[in-house]
Structures are given as C-alpha cells and as structure tokens.
C-alpha cells in the first residue's frame, strides 16, 4: 500500500471516528417523533354527535364565526344569537325547510337578512371561512342541537368534495377557461354558452389526463348531441396549462387530481432556457473567434 | 519558478467556452430528463425513489450541494483576498496560495454542478406539485438565475485559466476578474435564497397562496438575514476544506520544501476559517430574532420545543472547534523561535476554555432519574440551574472568544521583540484592555441575574462589544508596537507534529456536520409545512423524524461529503506535477480545469434546491 | 515541572472528579457529572497535546508501561487494572437498581400557538395579563386577591414560599415548580403561565413527554380572572418579573 493510500485511510477513519462521536451525542437526548395534526374528515358516515362536534369545533375555529356571534351566554352581539336561529329558521322564509334555510343562511348570508342587523356576513364557503359544503352541513347540525331541535342535516357524498378545491395554489384552471375562452361555448358552474357540452361534471365521464388530451386534439372524442369539428384545437397551449383546467375540471366533479407539474411553468421555461443557451454559445464563439483572429496575427 | 509557456487569449477563451459548452449541455440534459420523467410517470402530488424516502433523498442530495456549493462560493472571496495581498506585498508565495485556492475552487465546481442537476431532477420528480407551485410563483427569478450562472461560468472560468496570462502589468484586469466572481458568486447566493427563505416565512402572496407581490415574497423576514449568515459561514467553510486539504498534502509531503509549502498553507486556511467564523454568532442571532418576528410560534418551537436538544450538541461542537483551534496555534509555536516565551500562558487559558466550554455544555434541562431529582429538590439545580441560562452561556463564549484571541496575538508575536521605545506602556495598556473586556463580560454576566429578562437581553451586547472593542485597541497598539520588531529567528515552516494536522481534520470535519446540523434546524422548524403556514406536507414524511435518526442521516452526509471532496482533491493532486507547484501550460487546462467548468455552471442550476431541498425533506 | 507531567494529569483529573462529586452539594445527577467529566479530560488531553515538550512527557510512562521497560509489578498493575475499571464500568451500567428511570424533558415545552381555554380560542402570542394595570391601588388589590386563591389552591403543592415544596410536593414526580428559581417562571412571559395553569399536564403537548406532571386543569376549577390573580401573586411573591417581548414589537418589519 502507497504512503498516500495510508494517509488517506488514517485520515477517513479520523473523520468516521469524529463524525461516528457526534451522532452518537445525537442518540442520547430524547428521542421522539412529532406527527401533523390529523384532518377531520366528514363524510356521509360520520354519526351525528360527532358531526355536531365537527361543527362547534369549525364556528368556533375556522369559521370565525365568533367573531359577531355568541353560541353562550357571553359574547359578541354584532350577529344574531346562535342559540335561537335553529329554532326561529323554519318561520324566517315562507315556504322554506328550516335546513334549507340555514344553509342558504351561511352559503349566501345578503340573500335574506335578519330585521335589525347590517349586510355584513362574509359567504361561508369563500375566504376566509372556505367551508365544504360538508362543513357547512357540519355547522347547521350543531346550530340544531343549539337550539334544542332535532338534528335533521345529512352529509351527502357529493358534499364532501370542496367545491374550492381548484382554488389552491396550483390550480389556476378556473381563470384559464375565461382567458383562453373555453366558456364562451361551453357552461362551467352555471356560467357559460351552451354551444359545447356543460363541462361541470365533465370528469365524472372522462379522466382529467383524457381532458387535457381533448383539448390539445378535439378529434378524440364528441359528445353525443353535439357537432364534431366544431372545437378547435389548441395543441399550442402549454401542457401545464391545459392540466390545469383538467385539474380544476377533476375538483368540481369532487374528484382529486394534481397535474404533474410536469410542463406547467417548463414548458414555456425550455424555450427561454433554449434562448439563453443560445445567446451565451454564439457570444463565446463570437469571442473565440475574435482571439483565434488576434492570436494568429501576433503570430505572423 | 520555470514556466514552460504562457497560455495565450485564445486557450484562455477556449477553455472558458469548454466550460459554456459543458453547462449547457448539463442544463440541456436536466430539463430534458426532468420532462421526460414527469410525463412518463403518473400522475401524484408526491413520488418515493424507488421505495426510498424521498424526503430523505431530496434532503442528502441537497445537504451535498448545498456544501460544495457553499465550498466554491466561499473560496474565491479569499483566493481574492490573497490575491490583493500578493499584490499589496509584492509576494510571490501569496500569488501562489491563491492560484492553489483557485485551483481547488475549478475541481469543486463540477461536482458543484452535477448535485445541482440532480437535485433539480429530484425536486421536479419526487415533488412535482410543490416544484410546480414554487417554480410558478418565481419564474422571473428562475431565468435570472440561469443567466447568473452562465455568467458565473464564464468569469470564474477566465480567472481561471488567465492566471499566468494577466500577470504584471496586467494583473490589474485579473484582480478585476476576481471582483466579478465573487459579485456573481453573491448574486446567485442570493438568489437561491430567495426559494429556501420564502419557504421559511412566505410573504407576498394572499390567502388563496397566490402572488401579491414578488418583490415581498422576495424580501421577506428571513432572506437578507440567511444571505449574510450564508456569506460568512461559507468563507468559514472554505477556510476549513482547505486547511485540511493542506493538511492532507503536508502528511504526504516527501520534502522538506513541500511540508513547509502545506503548512503554511494550512495555518492561512485555518486562520480565514476562524475568523470568518468569530462574527457568525451575531449573524445568527439576527436570523434568529428574525424568525420571532416572524412568527413567535415558529422562533419558539427553534429554541424551546423539541429542537432545543439539538442547541446542546451544537454547543458542544463550537466548544470542540475552539480548543481544536487554540491546540492548533499552541502547537505552532513550537515552530516559532521564542514562542517558547509564552507557554505559561496556556495553562490559564486551558482552564477559561475548558471552564467555559463545562458552563456552555451545561444543560437546561438536567436529565436526572427520580432519585436524583429529589436529592436536587426539583427539577432545577440550584447550583447548575444558574449555569443553564443564557446569562451564563454568553459570558462562556464571550470569555472563550477573547481567549482564542489572545492565544492568536501571542502566536502573531511569537518570534518578535517589540524594539519601540513604548514598548512596555503598550503592552501594559493591551493587557489593561484584554483585562477590562474580561470584567465587563463576567460583571454584566452576573449582574444579569439580577434584572428582568428584557434588560437581560440587552446586555449580551455590551459583552459582545466589550469584547470587540477589547480586540480593536489590542490590535490597533499591536500593529505599531511590532513595527521594526526584532527577529528572533524564522519560523520553521514544515516543523509542527502530525497531530496538528488533525486538529484541522477536525475543524473541516466538525465546520461540516455543523453546517448539516444547522441546515436541519433550519429546515425543521417548518414542522409540518412546505411553506410555513401555508402549504401543508401532506406526503408520509411529514412528521418530524428523531434526533438520533436525523443526527444519523446528517453524519451519512458528511462521510459522503470527505469521500467525495476526496476523488475531487485526488484529481487535483495528480495533475500537479510534483516538483514543481505551477504546472501551467497545455496540460493543466485540459484536464483538470475542464472538468472544473462543467460544475460551475451547474452549481448554480442546483441550487434551488440546495436550500428548498433540505427543508422539503426535513421538514416534515 | 514537565517531567512530571503525566501524573500531575492524573493527579488533577482525580482532584476535579472528587470535588465535583463531593463538593457541589446537593448531587449533581449522572448524566451533568458525565459531560463535565468528559469536557475536563479533553481539556486536560488537549493541554497535554499542545505542546511537544509537554506530550513526550506525558506519553513516557505509558511507554515504559506497554514497551515492557517498566516494573514488572507496574505493569501488571496497568493492564490488570485497565480491564478490571472497564468491567466495573460496564457492571455499574447494567445493574439493576430500584431507581425510577431517567426522564429526559425539556424544562419549557413549547407553547401552541392557540389553546383552548373557559371554552374560547386563546391566541398565545397576543395573550396579555388583563390585571396587570398601571394603577399601583387596583394592581395591589387584585394582587391580594391572588394570594387568597393561591393559598386556597396552589399553595398545597407550591408552598408557603412559592418555593414548589408545599405539603403534597414529593408525592409527584416532577415535584411541583419552584417560583423562586431564575429558571422558571421569570424567564416565562404570563401568557406562557396562563397557558400551563389553564391547561395543566394534560395540555402538555406531546414534544415535552415524557412528562407526567400532576398540574391540574385549572380552568375547570378557576374562572380566567382568577388565574390571572393567582399570576399576579406568584410573581409578586417570588420576587420575580415576568419576562416580556415588548421592546422587540417596535422593530417589527413589514
């Protein structure tokens, strides 16, 4: 063995032995794992009295409902009184179901207004609250128990699904289908032409990569009922973009779908990666030929 | 020193292009096999590396990035420094040293830039809707940052291989290539932090998580603060791989000349790695008061939570770096003719050290079985309970500092007798200096317990300027009082036993794990979060893992770090024909240096992940 | 001086392992002894090794020892006794022993961000003591309250003297929390106080265990005044101040 083979052996087993001290120092102070909170999930089968408690735990946390109501006897008084809407519901609206009317009461708060207090509650299911359809349920069935009434509210499957999903950071689809056009022909959550078919539950029949595929290349499929060829194709918008709408698309029909990430900021990132590529190569050899040029005539 | 020809403008370009060609031919390949994977793979918020954690994977991998990263970042700001002191001095052996750093510098680079690529792959693949979001919200930055790393390429590359070319009257244009290197090399410091700080404490985006403003997302609470703490900690670093690459060459040096080459060579590294080291503390407690401002929730889980275990080994590790630092320049002076003359310090200075390291190590929370517990009357110690506070620990360290100090000024005056004729009233006043530091630091230490935590806090930067000032006037007398100084003798370069060595073994060592240590720290306290408060782990590798297991992984990191570092340095030793140290010329371009280009440019590519990538996986 | 380097070593190694086990008094626990222990032969090693002169001395009389040039009765007594204290080591660490197991915590568990206390969401960070008003009348009646509820609740455990040796205090291990330590309750902001009154053992969060602490749930038993008198009192009591963060809010950034 060469000199500089021991050097290096003695040396490497120097930095295993101090680095081997050190984790060891590691393995004396306590060892514990620390995991994420748990989700609370509601689903249709959730019973009742934990559904109830879902729902206290959402008004007085996430929702922020205490903020203007009081579910006890002390607190804030800029809303109604928590405990007495249950009961009050079924007579607020003729010809409304006190269920019915509590949720419209959370989901849309303008569109009936108790006398005495101001416009002034946000919608439940948008920021800052941004209940599911689910949670809301949650709430109406501890508002219920509040007021001494019957618990009647029942989580449907459909619920469960936020219909904020595509709202997240990735999910930009909904505000490409209005830039890019899409509903001037086809309808998305009641809005929209009725020249293509209503694409809100357009997931429930097609997988979303199927939906990005379409949009590039309208030959795939067309729905029966509808004119073929009338669609024209993008193939030109990037792949990130159409996964999004399909991904956006995938959350209104209550299904979870995340685009790969594969092309969304890359695609248009290669062509601009292509460019500087290019610039800084034709600069050098622009340079390169500049000293060849010199080099050459010092020789001479 | 013979040279056999001097390298013309053209090789000098030509090579630089190598390297242009090299990291676009990297760049090219990395977005291809990153496309390619994502739309071959199915579709997932998050995918494991064949069945391996890939938290764990994202995490070693950038952990490695990130050090030979911070490796070829730190180098050239004092291969630049040496530079300008050759220069300054007229000394042909300060030029060499930076030709030698610099040499070093364009090895590390391509491996710089492979864990880059890597890296990138991995976040794009393992992490693809993370990747996606975060890419979105900094595209413009993303663009910058290719460009910067072209840019970087090419000056890093011409400093390079013009070194012999741009001697003489034109070194004022290579002195000027340095400059641009270490403004690109910054440049893209800074903006590689912008991702791993914006996943710390994100500003700049609305509640739905999208941009607001770029320019907040950009300059949020904990960017500037982790820039300057990165920029230090990276010449500390830089400092300490060298020294021990030294090292590594004075135990093989065959003779006397080349032992006496890499024994200075090591003292500089290790000097630079201290110094640079000295001012971290305050840097770090800046970041650290940054993230209370932040968020209280996320400074407490830091310092107080379950993390708080981790400060002790931490502490243990600064303590082992300041006596493996004064052991080094103790043993030094046995090279230097005289130095004999102030051994009788160390005795005093070993009990401040080791005193102060006890009071620093003492735990805050005494782990103490039932028995114990009640002989103590409690979970306090009455005794020790005093030592486990902050008060305590910032007189330890401001103690150990001024000492390591000193130990440096006695080193720096080892062979030399004062002959001015104030010689003996500005030795007095130095001591008087040293002497009033020490009662101001052990004065507010103890007056400290007696007032309420808020004046508490304030007090810690008395002792740090105490000590600073303390340094100041003992290095403003010394300067004049060593002027015309007597020579005892020459130190004897080369003459300083093996051990020595190790001592810088360890420093690189202990730098290394420190880093990995802290980047974890850094990287934990996110919890459960991608981006803290926001976007949730919501893959099986959210949870915060064990310290033991996390200690373990780091230590995995940094044995693969030595191995690696070690094939670069290999490759660096062969290529440099032994007899003489400037083999300039055809050879050396090719070869060696070449490869250097390709991880230039690579290095920056990487980066992002270099410090996303460690919070990804830690995080948890 | 120098030749005797290697026993004047042992000699104060000795020295300092004596005086830390018999001098510092109460005990200090194992575990503190083991890092000072450790930190003091490194010490003592390094200083050794840091000069040659020093080192050749140091390592002459384990040469001798192992190169044989030793007394014969020296010799075996070394490497006899080298494996006997490594076997007498390793026994003292097996044994079995009637002590309760260590308990490695941290002293100040990390606070939640909020925690639910008297049925509201409490954000900790901007959770102030109500009571502590300016005016020094009002402050010293609410003051005066607070020593009756303490005495009427706490006091059982804490003590007369705010001193955590109350009559119950052995009973529970952790015992009870000294108020008169620099290390508790004045290093804690009140909210932080609040928090571990209000919520007791059971709101420990999971990055403290082990920790069985015997503190009750006190909101179930106090109302939210009553514990925050009871603050006012344990800190006016032990002498002690709580620790604020209020100069730090003006620099806030954005």
């Given at each position: 063995m060469s000199d500089m083979s021991k050097t290096f052996l003695k040396v490497f087993a120097f930095v295993v032995a101090t680095v081997s001290l050190y984790a060891y120092v590691g393995q004396l102070v306590p060892q514990f794992e620390e995991h994420p909170p748990q989700k609370k999930v509601i689903t249709p089968e959730t019973p009742q009295e934990e559904l109830v408690a879902a729902g206290q735990e959402l008004l007085r946390g996430k929702g922020g409902c205490l903020v203007c109501h009081k579910d006890q006897e002390s607190g804030n008084e800029r809303g109604p009184d928590l405990r007495q809407t249950a009961g009050k519901a079924a007579t607020r609206k003729p010809g409304m179901a006190a269920e019915a009317y509590l949720i419209e009461a959370l989901v849309e708060p303008d569109v009936h207004l108790v006398e005495g207090y101001p416009k002034m509650m946000p919608p439940s299911m948008k920021p800052p609250a941004n209940f599911s359809m689910a949670e809301v349920k949650a709430v109406v069935a501890y508002l219920q128990s509040l007021g001494g009434a019957e618990v009647t509210v029942k989580v449907e499957a459909a619920d469960v699904a936020t219909g904020k999903q595509a709202a997240g950071p990735v999910h930009r689809g909904k505000a490409l289908m209005a830039e890019q056009g899409c509903i001037g022909c086809h309808k998305v959550e009641g809005e929209g032409g009725e020249v293509g078919p209503d694409l809100t539950k357009v997931v429930e029949r097609f997988e979303p990569m199927k939906i990005a595929q379409k949009i590039a290349d309208p030959k795939l499929w067309t729905t029966e009922g509808y004119q073929a060829g009338l669609m024209p194709p993008r193939p030109d918008m990037p792949e990130g973009d159409r996964q999004e709408i399909a991904a956006y698309l995938a959350g209104l029909a209550g299904k979870k779908y995340s685009p790969t990430g594969a092309a969304s900021p890359w695609s248009h990132e290669g062509v601009r990666l292509g460019v500087v590529i290019a610039v800084f190569n034709v600069a050098m050899l622009l340079v390169l030929g500049w000293a060849r040029a010199r080099e050459k005539k010092e020789v001479a | 020193?013979?040279?056999?020809?001097?390298?013309?403008?053209?090789?000098?370009?030509?090579?630089?292009?190598?390297?242009?060609?090299?990291?676009?031919?990297?760049?090219?390949?990395?977005?291809?096999?990153?496309?390619?994977?994502?739309?071959?793979?199915?579709?997932?918020?998050?995918?494991?590396?064949?069945?391996?954690?890939?938290?764990?994977?994202?995490?070693?991998?950038?952990?490695?990035?990130?050090?030979?990263?911070?490796?070829?970042?730190?180098?050239?700001?004092?291969?630049?420094?040496?530079?300008?002191?050759?220069?300054?001095?007229?000394?042909?052996?300060?030029?060499?040293?930076?030709?030698?750093?610099?040499?070093?510098?364009?090895?590390?680079?391509?491996?710089?830039?492979?864990?880059?690529?890597?890296?990138?792959?991995?976040?794009?693949?393992?992490?693809?809707?993370?990747?996606?979001?975060?890419?979105?919200?900094?595209?413009?930055?993303?663009?910058?940052?290719?460009?910067?790393?072209?840019?970087?390429?090419?000056?890093?590359?011409?400093?390079?291989?013009?070194?012999?070319?741009?001697?003489?009257?034109?070194?004022?244009?290579?002195?000027?290539?340095?400059?641009?290197?270490?403004?690109?090399?910054?440049?893209?410091?800074?903006?590689?932090?912008?991702?791993?700080?914006?996943?710390?404490?994100?500003?700049?985006?609305?509640?739905?998580?999208?941009?607001?403003?770029?320019?907040?997302?950009?300059?949020?609470?904990?960017?500037?603060?982790?820039?300057?703490?990165?920029?230090?900690?990276?010449?500390?670093?830089?400092?300490?791989?060298?020294?021990?690459?030294?090292?590594?060459?004075?135990?093989?040096?065959?003779?006397?000349?080349?032992?006496?080459?890499?024994?200075?060579?090591?003292?500089?590294?290790?000097?630079?790695?201290?110094?640079?080291?000295?001012?971290?503390?305050?840097?770090?407690?800046?970041?650290?008061?940054?993230?209370?401002?932040?968020?209280?929730?996320?400074?407490?889980?830091?310092?107080?939570?379950?993390?708080?275990?981790?400060?002790?080994?931490?502490?243990?590790?600064?303590?082992?770096?300041?006596?493996?630092?004064?052991?080094?320049?103790?043993?030094?002076?046995?090279?230097?003719?005289?130095?004999?003359?102030?051994?009788?310090?160390?005795?005093?200075?070993?009990?401040?050290?080791?005193?102060?390291?006890?009071?620093?190590?003492?735990?805050?929370?005494?782990?103490?079985?039932?028995?114990?517990?009640?002989?103590?009357?409690?979970?306090?110690?009455?005794?020790?309970?005093?030592?486990?506070?902050?008060?305590?620990?910032?007189?330890?360290?401001?103690?150990?500092?001024?000492?390591?100090?000193?130990?440096?000024?006695?080193?720096?005056?080892?062979?030399?007798?004062?002959?001015?004729?104030?010689?003996?009233?500005?030795?007095?006043?130095?001591?008087?200096?040293?002497?009033?530091?020490?009662?101001?630091?052990?004065?507010?230490?103890?007056?400290?317990?007696?007032?309420?935590s808020i004046t508490r806090i304030g007090f810690s930067v008395y002792q740090v300027s105490a000590v600073l000032a303390a340094m100041a006037v003992f290095v403003a007398i010394d300067i004049p009082l060593l002027k015309g100084a007597k020579e005892i003798g020459a130190i004897r370069w080369g003459q300083i036993p093996a051990r020595a060595q190790y001592a810088l073994f360890f420093l690189a060592v202990s730098f290394t794990w420190l880093m990995g240590l802290m980047g974890y720290i850094r990287s934990g306290i996110r919890q459960y979060w991608h981006v803290y408060g926001r976007i949730m782990d919501e893959s099986a590798n959210a949870y915060t893992m064990t310290h033991g297991h996390a200690t373990i992984i780091v230590s995995v990191i940094v044995v693969i770090f030595f191995l690696l570092v070690s094939a670069v340095f290999a490759m660096a030793t062969r290529y440099d024909s032994p007899p003489n140290p400037r083999p300039v010329g055809g050879g050396d371009g090719s070869s060696a240096a070449d490869a250097a280009s390709m991880s230039l440019a690579a290095a920056s590519l990487g980066r992002p992940g270099g410090s996303g990538g460690a919070q990804v996986e830690a995080k948890g | 001086m120098v030749r005797w380097t290697f026993y004047i070593a042992l000699v104060l190694w000795l020295a300092i392992l004596v005086g830390l086990k018999l001098l510092v008094r109460p005990p200090m626990p194992v575990s503190v002894l083991m890092i000072y222990m450790t930190l003091s032969t490194l010490g003592i090693l390094v200083f050794v090794a840091a000069n040659e002169e020093r080192f050749q001395a140091f390592v002459a009389p384990l040469r001798s020892v192992f190169e044989a040039r030793a007394p014969k009765a020296v010799q075996a007594l070394v490497l006899a006794g080298i494996p006997l204290l490594i076997g007498w080591g390793a026994w003292l660490r097996t044994a079995p022993s009637w002590d309760a197991p260590f308990e490695p915590r941290v002293v100040?568990?990390?606070?939640?961000?909020?925690?639910?206390?008297?049925?509201?969401?409490?954000?900790?960070?901007?959770?102030?003591?109500?009571?502590?008003?300016?005016?020094?009348?009002?402050?010293?009646?609410?003051?005066?309250?607070?020593?009756?509820?303490?005495?009427?609740?706490?006091?059982?455990?804490?003590?007369?003297?705010?001193?955590?040796?109350?009559?119950?205090?052995?009973?529970?291990?952790?015992?009870?929390?000294?108020?008169?330590?620099?290390?508790?309750?004045?290093?804690?902001?009140?909210?932080?106080?609040?928090?571990?009154?209000?919520?007791?053992?059971?709101?420990?969060?999971?990055?403290?265990?082990?920790?069985?602490?015997?503190?009750?749930?006190?909101?179930?038993?106090?109302?939210?005044?009553?514990?925050?008198?009871?603050?006012?009192?344990?800190?006016?009591?032990?002498?002690?101040?709580?620790?604020?963060?209020?100069?730090?809010?003006?620099?806030?950034?954005?």
């Open positions: - | 020193m013979t040279q056999a020809t001097t390298p013309s403008a053209f090789q000098a370009v030509k090579g630089t292009y190598k390297g242009v060609v090299k990291i676009s031919l990297m760049l090219t390949a990395t977005y291809l096999i990153a496309q390619a994977l994502s739309s071959i793979l199915p579709a997932a918020d998050y995918r494991s590396l064949f069945g391996f954690s890939n938290r764990t994977a994202v995490w070693i991998v950038a952990e490695l990035h990130l050090m030979f990263a911070a490796f070829v970042l730190g180098v050239p700001i004092f291969a630049f420094i040496t530079e300008i002191v050759g220069v300054a001095t007229k000394e042909r052996r300060y030029d060499d040293l930076a030709r030698e750093f610099t040499k070093l510098l364009a090895m590390a680079y391509t491996l710089t830039a492979v864990l880059g690529c890597v890296l990138l792959v991995l976040f794009i693949v393992l992490y693809p809707k993370l990747t996606g979001y975060l890419s979105g919200l900094f595209k413009p930055t993303w663009l910058l940052y290719i460009v910067l790393i072209f840019g970087e390429v090419i000056v890093a590359y011409l400093y390079w291989y013009t070194w012999d070319l741009l001697q003489g009257a034109r070194k004022k244009w290579h002195l000027l290539l340095g400059l641009l290197v270490n403004l690109w090399g910054t440049a893209l410091l800074f903006v590689a932090d912008i991702w791993v700080t914006f996943m710390m404490s994100p500003a700049g985006i609305d509640d739905a998580n999208n941009l607001v403003s770029l320019w907040d997302a950009i300059n949020n609470h904990t960017w500037m603060p982790i820039n300057i703490h990165r920029l230090l900690a990276n010449v500390a670093f830089g400092g300490a791989i060298v020294a021990a690459y030294a090292a590594v060459r004075f135990l093989n040096a065959k003779s006397d000349e080349e032992k006496a080459r890499f024994d200075w060579m090591g003292y500089v590294g290790s000097f630079i790695a201290i110094a640079a080291f000295i001012p971290l503390p305050f840097a770090g407690y800046w970041l650290g008061r940054e993230i209370y401002q932040f968020s209280e929730q996320m400074g407490v889980s830091m310092m107080g939570g379950s993390f708080a275990w981790l400060w002790i080994l931490q502490a243990m590790l600064i303590g082992g770096l300041f006596l493996a630092s004064n052991f080094y320049l103790w043993l030094g002076m046995g090279r230097i003719p005289g130095g004999e003359r102030y051994n009788k310090f160390q005795i005093g200075m070993m009990i401040v050290l080791t005193v102060g390291f006890i009071v620093w190590a003492t735990p805050r929370s005494i782990i103490a079985s039932g028995a114990e517990m009640a002989a103590m009357g409690g979970s306090h110690h009455p005794f020790l309970g005093l030592f486990g506070v902050m008060a305590a620990k910032n007189t330890a360290v401001n103690l150990m500092i001024l000492t390591t100090f000193f130990s440096f000024m006695l080193y720096r005056r080892g062979n030399r007798i004062p002959t001015v004729s104030w010689a003996t009233t500005g030795k007095i006043v130095q001591a008087l200096a040293i002497a009033a530091a020490a009662a101001v630091v052990v004065g507010y230490g103890i007056y400290s317990y007696f007032v309420p | 100040h568990p990390e606070p939640p961000s909020a925690f639910t206390s008297h049925g509201k969401r409490i954000d900790a960070a901007a959770l102030k003591n109500p009571l502590r008003v300016g005016d020094p009348a009002k402050l010293a009646q609410y003051t005066a309250e607070g020593k009756t509820i303490y005495y009427q609740n706490c006091f059982f455990c804490h003590g007369d003297a705010l001193a955590g040796d109350g009559h119950f205090a052995n009973a529970f291990t952790p015992i009870p929390a000294n108020f008169r330590d620099v290390g508790t309750i004045s290093m804690l902001q009140e909210s932080f106080v609040y928090w571990r009154v209000a919520t007791g053992g059971p709101g420990l969060p999971k990055g403290a265990t082990p920790w069985l602490s015997a503190m009750p749930v006190w909101q179930d038993m106090l109302s939210e005044e009553d514990i925050w008198k009871a603050i006012l009192y344990i800190y006016e009591g032990s002498g002690s101040t709580p620790r604020t963060w209020e100069e730090e809010v003006k620099h806030d950034k954005h």
